[in-house]
């Protein structure tokens, strides 16, 4: 498999950023719910430091996932076949979901900063109240829509996979992908 996509197939190095950054979000999210629900303030640093962690590191294979787009890589061509419809929806769910990323990371970053809870977190002092901070609410409501997002994601794979048996997950790397070979 190549390192850059093809017009069929998605390379290597897309892949691999996809696959990583939905396991993150799969973890970030886990670890926020958790420390959401949480009542007891001393078991609520870990998880919380693991969710900023993990945070972290989809905003940063989110970026590097729009710099590889932009500087070094293309899309695959649109699966032939495909409504054009289906086209535009897919273009327009994948770019909400980086824009609810980005918003997702700006707003956790804004509630670290303006409580002032990074010294608390690495001291290991009681933490301040999140559930007041304007960008802790806003975070909350991005957490919403991402999910909601990732969801129609995942529902449109599955479609794709299972009624339209067009093996376009194949193009992800799920399942064989000879039937996408092309001349790279």
Same mark, same amino acid.
């Given at each position: 498999?190549? &390192? ?21 979000? @799969? =973890?970030? =999210? #886990? ?24 945070? @972290?590191?989809?905003?940063? $294979?989110? &970026? @590097?996932?729009?710099?590889?787009? $932009? ?10 076949? !495909?409504?054009?419809? !289906?086209?535009?929806? #897919? ?38 109240? =999140?559930?007041? $901070?304007?960008?802790?609410?806003? /975070?909350?409501?991005?957490?919403? &829509?991402?999910?909601?997002? @990732?969801?129609? /994601? ?6 794709? !996979? ?5 093996? $376009? ?10 039937? =996408?070979?092309d001349a790279a």
């Amino acid at each position: 498999m190549s &390192l850059k996509s093809t017009s069929s197939h998605y390379g290597s190095v897309a892949i691999a950023i996809h696959w990583t950054s939905a396991a993150a979000i @799969l =973890f970030a =999210f #886990a670890a926020g719910l958790t420390a959401a629900n949480i009542g007891d303030p001393a078991r609520i640093r870990p998880i919380l430091l693991a969710h900023i962690s993990l945070g @972290l590191l989809v905003l940063l $294979l989110t &970026l @590097l996932r729009i710099a590889w787009w $932009l500087l070094a890589d293309r899309h695959p061509l649109p699966h032939a076949g !495909q409504p054009g419809w !289906q086209t535009a929806l #897919a273009s327009i769910v994948h770019l909400a979901i980086y824009a609810a990323i980005l918003l997702m990371a700006a707003s956790g970053i804004a509630t670290i900063i303006l409580s002032d809870a990074l010294p608390h977190l690495l001291a290991g002092t009681p933490l301040p109240d =999140f559930s007041t $901070l304007p960008p802790r609410i806003a /975070h909350g409501i991005f957490a919403r &829509l991402l999910l909601g997002l @990732l969801a129609f /994601h995942i529902a449109a794979a599955i479609y794709h !996979q299972l009624v339209r048996r067009d093996r $376009l997950l194949a193009r992800m790397g799920v399942g064989d992908a000879s039937r =996408f070979r092309d001349a790279a």
